[in-house]
């Protein structure tokens, strides 16, 4: 069945190890001595959230985090049982699904306060929520003066009960003082709640760089990117982790061009000697960055050694400039990114970062799932059956 669909699409594809998935939650886990909710917004960061959740749930992550409640819904559609938490808005629109579905509110404006206030009583049942308080992310979340009767509200309609406090580190990964403040107004407002005789059962702050901060109240960590196997720069905890991810495709045409010839929109790469041009089935909708550092220095993995990109990266298409590398030809992989260059490398010639670069890969490119070195599903958009698995 893969094989066929695979064959039915263009030959690029974003690589997903699991194993590799596995391995990196299980060391957080192992760092971190603490219960880990996996943050799987925005499609588990371009991994795909169905597969990755299940995946990750299975390894015994008690809970998940989403950005949004359709996120959630979707989680819900794909048979995820574990409690998801809600972390971004809630639109007044949305309560009735977040309702149904089961999933967990983030409480942190006063208008989310109210919708929440008054699910619980339209719900006939008691609503769990977190509540969040802003340390200075400047962000979502009450004032740390605000937040303790933002939860005595919730707790005392004895229809909601307050079983997360969270607040979101702003810089973990490049100002430690910066994070250690905002980690002591959290402990305040953690004290304001126990004051008030509140007293969540999680108490989470780490993101992945949060990770190389942890407080002794705090009872879960929320990391993202570490999970797939990409590090924050230039602060990081000691984990040691691998891509989860890696995006290629096969080189579809070689051409040898004369001095001169100029490459893609606008000829802004010209060949500076004979040249050998591939030409590669990826393209900006994929997740390739248009950038001019890109055309300029940009660079791709072809049978184990860096070629750099020639000319303007098109929609659909990429050039690399193969005159360096005379053993590759048409039908060789060309790596956007993976191990190696990094998401980094690409995220520094398109003036961003990793997070970016892996939440770009186009929801064209098929995402190819691996376990024990073997192809265990492919989804595609472009299938009806996407999700099946092969074995
Ligand atoms: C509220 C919140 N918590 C946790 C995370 C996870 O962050 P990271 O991917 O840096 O681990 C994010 C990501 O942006 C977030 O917005």
Same mark, same amino acid.
């Not at 802003?134 to 979502?140: E, F, Q």
């Given at each position: 069945m893969s094989d066929s669909l695979l064959a039915a699409l263009r030959p690029a594809r974003a690589r997903l190890d699991l194993d590799r998935l596995a391995a990196n939650y299980l060391a957080v886990a192992a760092a971190a001595g603490r219960p880990v909710m996996p943050v799987v917004k925005a499609d588990a960061y371009g991994h795909g959230a169905a597969r990755v959740s299940r995946h990750l749930v299975a390894l015994g992550a008690p809970m998940l985090a989403v950005a949004y409640a359709e996120e959630g819904a979707v989680l819900r559609s794909a048979g995820i049982r574990a409690p998801i938490v809600v972390l971004a808005g809630i639109a007044p629109g949305q309560v009735r699904s977040l309702v149904q579905h089961e999933l967990t509110a983030v409480v942190s404006t006063p208008s989310t306060l109210e919708l929440v206030l008054q699910a619980g009583k339209d719900a006939g049942r008691r609503l769990a929520v977190h509540v969040k308080v802003? #340390?200075?992310? #400047?962000?979502?979340g009450f004032t740390p003066s605000a937040v303790g009767e933002a939860a005595a509200r919730l707790a005392e309609s004895g229809r909601i009960e307050v079983e997360g406090l969270l607040t979101h580190l702003a810089a973990a990964d490049e100002d430690a003082d910066a994070t250690r403040r905002q980690l002591d107004l959290f402990d305040e407002a953690a004290d304001e709640l126990a004051r008030r005789g509140i007293r969540p059962r999680w108490i989470h702050a780490a993101n992945s760089a949060g990770l190389a901060f942890l407080r002794r109240h705090h009872t879960l960590v929320r990391p993202g990117l570490i999970l797939y196997g990409v590090r924050p720069r230039p602060l990081a905890p000691a984990i040691d982790v691998k891509p989860v991810m890696t995006v290629s495709a096969d080189i579809e045409l070689v051409k040898e061009v004369a001095v001169g010839t100029p490459v893609s929109y606008g000829g802004r790469w010209v060949a500076p000697r004979r040249s050998r041009i591939a030409t590669i089935p990826f393209g900006y909708a994929d997740g390739v960055p248009r950038t001019d550092d890109m055309r300029d220095r940009g660079e791709l993995l072809v049978k184990g050694r860096r070629v750099p990109v020639a000319g303007t990266v098109c929609m659909d298409l990429t050039m690399a400039d193969l005159t360096d590398h005379p053993d590759a030809g048409e039908g060789d992989e060309a790596v956007l990114f993976g191990d190696d260059p990094p998401a980094w490398d690409v995220a520094d010639r398109a003036g961003t970062n990793a997070w970016e670069i892996l939440t770009s890969v186009g929801s064209r490119v098929p995402r190819v799932y691996l376990e024990g070195g073997r192809v265990v599903g492919v989804e595609s958009r472009f299938t009806p059956r996407a999700g099946d698995r092969t074995r």
């Open positions: 802003d #340390t200075g992310m #400047t962000r979502l």
